[in-house]
């Protein structure tokens, strides 16, 4: 009997990363949810695994994990490091932490599993973009320089990629997640459920038609 | 008993209108199939309708189907109007087709169809883009710039409707359909009923999280 | 003596292009002033022609000046033609008074002047765009579908006409001009003569860097 | 009598760099070229500073640049990083090293020059975008995520600094320059001086038109 297809989450959280892990689930898909602590309570259908890509040993550990579950069939890399802040109060070490965490892990995340794709026959890889992937706001120039950066990579990749099989999507998140950590702060529309619909649907479409990008909001979101 | 939902399509043909009605008989909704003629053979879940969106009495005659079919919960417009040359060559006639046929025609149907699904509790409309819509290439005077202007006119119904309930998505199909006329022409990457498939996920979306705007492409399409 | 070069202007009124006629009057341009009905006063270094592009014979008079005046070196085509309503009470009356004024106004102009400029050795067509040929918002569905249309026009335009030596340029006027109708109406920050001073330059730019389309809004203009 | 206006490049080198010095020293600038190392021969109009904006003190030297020449009116960006390689043989250190050099490196000279701009009471920031910097191509990955990181930069400075007095623009310079190093592997038809020219002219719009983004390629690049 065939082993149940993977969905690996990169950046779990208890908003999409929660709602994706059981939109998968519904369908017999195994998860493994990797983030910097294993989060409780267990996931019903797969697992925890804490992995700090952004270690020394982040790659190694990455290249470890496909040894050990082979290559997920779909991942998703959902990993927010949000900061906001007036140019002249934010610090270069807010910069640099938004690139690491969303360009620079995801530039590891894609060395570590296009390879295993591609071999594997395809796959699908899922990077959540923002409102701040296509717009700079005034507070936001860490936030979207590396929000920016990530849909540069994402388009790099689908051109080199998806001619050998594997689909590289790119999403715009229009808005604030209902269970963010920002849902206080800002009006929050974007429902996790309905998202992670979007993504399972992605990851159905087949090549005759693949989306790369595709923008998410909700009804009454302004735009 | 209650009526089954209705999908309309503006511009049906062998094509992507023919995939769709297909998909979503599948899922048991009737189809009405509008073409300026009613094309052989007869749709096994729906009807053809002929009609000619831009002749004096189309917009009557569009409010006349609203009153005898009821308003349809998916309208896809889907009007082709193709005209590719250098530009001293282009006459205004080709100009004027492909805007009458491509922005006109959706600004009729728009019109008919949207005060009786806001009244009707919602909907969903769907403009079919092109790559014309984000780039005027050489010899796509005519073509893009009507494209241009179905894009824009979806955008400005998204903002306006989106708040009150119906759904207006606007998608780029980037490349050639396989059963389009231009198949021969051109390398057809597209696969109808993948693109169809795409649709119908659009339209059932929830209200937490609607696309606007997505790319669909071959696999191997070159972009 | 060589004759001077020529500035027309299509779609001449008391904001933009009276400001276009002072800049290029300062560089001993001539200037021809083109709209519908000839404004008083006269121009100090040129004339006002009374032509409506859009009646029967606008074409066949556009020639007409062509044979008597010559090539222009630089046209602006700066018509433009406001509809802002609600999308139930559009009327498609305006739908299409847009579209005319803005894109079909325009394709004649190109056809009528790109081959005289071509012949000429070179030339300059600037079409004036707005936000709105970027972004069709709520109550721009006339407005903005026209300005996505000319936008698609002017890239055909440019990627056709730049390798046979005549610059295509784009511009996306981002708010209200201090001089227009409109400027009772909203926060006018566009100062028409520093527009007039950047199309200027544009027409200035030497085939080795030539700019297709730039934004251009007032330094407190939120975007 | 007033000190003479400066220009500072960041990433001054032979091509665009020496343009840049060449065409302000006309207007009687004063120019500091700062690189990694001062090349020879020496700047007719001003002088060369080696500074390595990435080194532990380059922050401190930049802040001691402005105690020791003043704020600069003019501050272009124009560090290019380039890397190309299909991905799988793309380097994390060549990832890094473009997103050091083109996005780290501007927010480090962004946050020493515009608070010294803003009390000065105004200035212009330029930076350098490319055809990267809106399309991610398949050997791009490391180039382009890069320059997308930049522009989100750009932008987000725009918003911020131009109703302070700032004027923040960001080019997209779509083809290789003819004196770059690359100049032997591509069709280069970028002419630096007119490329030179073009940031001149920016230098010079009043707040009343500023243009934030504009393209500049030679008249026969494909686009």
Same mark, same amino acid.
């Given at each position: *009997?065939?082993?149940? !297809?993977?969905?690996?989450?990169?950046?779990?959280?208890?908003?999409? $990363?929660?709602?994706?892990?059981?939109?998968?689930?519904?369908?017999?898909?195994?998860?493994?949810a990797?983030?910097r #602590?294993a989060?409780?309570?267990?996931?019903?259908?797969?697992?925890?695994?804490?992995?700090?890509?952004?270690?020394?040993?982040?790659?190694?550990?990455? @290249?470890? %994990?496909?040894?050990e579950?082979?290559?997920?069939?779909?991942?998703?890399?959902?990993?927010?490091?949000?900061?906001?802040? !007036?140019?002249?109060?934010?610090?270069?070490?807010?910069?640099?932490?938004?690139? =690491?965490? *969303?360009?620079?892990?995801?530039?590891?995340?894609?060395?570590?599993?296009?390879?295993? *794709?591609?071999?594997?026959? $395809?796959?699908?890889?899922?990077?959540?973009?923002?409102?701040? #992937? %296509?717009?700079?706001?005034?507070?936001?120039?860490?936030?979207? #320089?590396?929000k920016?950066?990530?849909?540069?990579?994402?388009?790099?990749?689908?051109?080199a990629?998806?001619?050998?099989?594997?689909?590289? !999507?790119?999403?715009i +998140?229009?808005?604030? +997640?209902?269970d #963010?950590?920002?849902?206080?702060?800002?009006?929050?529309? %974007?429902?996790? @459920? !309905?998202?992670?619909d979007?993504?399972?649907?992605l990851?159905?479409?087949?090549?005759?038609?693949?989306?790369?990008?595709?923008?998410?909001?909700?009804a009454? =979101?302004?735009?």
């Amino acid at each position: *009997m065939a082993a149940p !297809a993977q969905l690996w989450i990169a950046g779990y959280g208890p908003g999409l $990363g929660a709602a994706l892990a059981a939109r998968f689930a519904r369908e017999h898909w195994r998860v493994l949810a990797l983030s910097r #602590s294993a989060p409780e309570p267990a996931l019903a259908n797969g697992a925890h695994v804490a992995l700090d890509l952004l270690a020394a040993d982040g790659a190694a550990r990455l @290249a470890q %994990l496909i040894v050990e579950h082979g290559a997920p069939r779909v991942l998703v890399y959902d990993v927010g490091v949000f900061r906001r802040a !007036a140019f002249a109060a934010l610090r270069e070490d807010d910069f640099r932490a938004c690139w =690491e965490g *969303m360009a620079l892990g995801a530039f590891r995340v894609a060395q570590a599993v296009l390879p295993a *794709m591609t071999q594997a026959g $395809g796959g699908t890889l899922i990077f959540s973009g923002a409102t701040a #992937s %296509l717009r700079g706001g005034a507070e936001f120039a860490a936030f979207a #320089s590396a929000k920016f950066a990530l849909r540069g990579l994402a388009q790099a990749l689908a051109r080199a990629y998806q001619p050998r099989g594997v689909h590289v !999507a790119h999403t715009i +998140l229009d808005g604030v +997640l209902a269970d #963010s950590a920002r849902a206080g702060q800002y009006a929050a529309r %974007l429902d996790p @459920a !309905a998202v992670a619909d979007a993504y399972w649907h992605l990851t159905q479409q087949t090549p005759g038609a693949w989306t790369h990008e595709l923008d998410l909001r909700g009804a009454d =979101e302004p735009f």
